[in-house]
């Protein structure tokens, strides 16, 4: 059936480093991806998306593309911060079901 | 962007007692609400599904008696657990979404602590 595997975590990184989560999807078809992000007692919202092979979601620094090859949309950033400190979940969505990854929470310190 | 309004956002009660959340779209309408509880080192696990006017559909190992669900417009969803217990207590998380080619919206969640 259809899944989500993202890199556990927690990952921590000093800020301004360079940060990739890993996601990889399992679908039958052609799903969307989504990231997700979850700051501390709070629910989650979405932080980027892609709808088709070969898109490229960005928001707020962040980018994931998707690709079909590898199945894969992992998610990157050149220079995090501090208040980027949160759970990241992969997410696809496929005839009306999401899925949604075990979420990663990055730590990033001064 | 779309707003879910999730209230209350923590609520302590005693066991035995019910509880009921609610999860509101502000700025657009929901075809489809879902309802999740957060576990302990973050993973999510879906609850129920639920469409306006008809009867939600709860994931195995969800006992529908027990967490009620009521969709009675496109902007209202409310989760009802009945007869709280200590293990009842939790994060819970309710999303909607427009259509069926829309991201989810979530909610702020409800922490959930029975005693």
Same mark, same amino acid.
């Given at each position: @059936?259809?899944?989500?595997?993202?890199?556990?975590?927690?990952? %921590?990184?000093?800020?301004? $480093?360079?940060?990739?989560?890993?996601?990889?999807? %399992? $679908?039958?078809?052609?799903? /969307?991806?989504? =990231?997700?992000?979850? #700051?501390?007692?709070?629910?989650? &919202?979405?932080?980027?998306? *892609?709808?088709? *092979?070969?898109?490229? @979601?960005?928001?707020?620094?962040?980018?994931?593309?998707? !690709?079909?090859?590898? %199945?894969?949309?992992?998610?990157?950033?050149?220079?995090? &911060?501090?208040?980027? /400190?949160?759970?990241?979940?992969?997410?696809? +969505? #496929?005839?009306?079901?999401?899925?949604?990854?075990? @979420?990663?929470?990055?730590?990033?310190?001064? | 962007?779309?707003?879910?309004?999730?209230?209350?956002?923590?609520?302590?009660?005693?066991?035995?007692?019910?509880?009921?959340?609610?999860? !509101?779209?502000?700025?657009?309408?929901?075809?489809?609400?879902? =309802?999740?509880?957060?576990?302990?080192? &973050?993973?999510?696990?879906?609850?129920?599904?639920?469409?306006?006017?008809?009867? $939600?559909?709860?994931?195995?190992?969800?006992?529908?008696?027990?967490?009620?669900?009521?969709?009675? /417009?496109?902007?209202?969803?409310?989760? %009802?657990?009945?007869?709280?217990?200590?293990?009842?207590?939790?994060?819970?998380?309710?999303?909607?979404?427009?259509?069926?080619? /829309?991201?989810?919206?979530?909610?702020?969640? +409800? !922490?959930?602590?029975?005693?």
């Amino acid at each position: @059936g259809d899944s989500v595997t993202q890199m556990e975590g927690p990952v %921590t990184l000093s800020e301004e $480093a360079f940060l990739t989560i890993n996601c990889t999807y %399992t $679908a039958t078809g052609y799903p /969307s991806l989504f =990231w997700y992000v979850q #700051y501390p007692g709070e629910g989650l &919202q979405l932080l980027l998306k *892609a709808t088709k *092979a070969d898109d490229k @979601g960005s928001n707020k620094g962040f980018e994931a593309t998707y !690709r079909k090859e590898t %199945t894969s949309f992992h998610l990157e950033k050149g220079s995090v &911060q501090v208040s980027d /400190s949160a759970v990241y979940f992969c997410a696809l +969505t #496929y005839f009306n079901k999401f899925y949604f990854g075990s @979420g990663t929470k990055l730590n990033v310190k001064p | 962007g779309a707003v879910v309004s999730q209230h209350p956002s923590r609520v302590i009660c005693k066991s035995g007692t019910s509880v009921k959340i609610e999860c !509101r779209s502000l700025d657009f309408q929901a075809t489809t609400m879902f =309802w999740y509880r957060q576990f302990p080192k &973050q993973s999510l696990m879906l609850m129920a599904t639920s469409n306006e006017g008809s009867k $939600a559909t709860y994931e195995q190992g969800v006992e529908k008696d027990k967490f009620l669900i009521n969709h009675a /417009s496109l902007t209202l969803s409310t989760l %009802t657990v009945t007869s709280a217990h200590p293990e009842d207590s939790s994060f819970y998380i309710c999303s909607a979404q427009q259509d069926e080619n /829309s991201p989810l919206h979530f909610g702020n969640g +409800t !922490r959930l602590t029975v005693t």
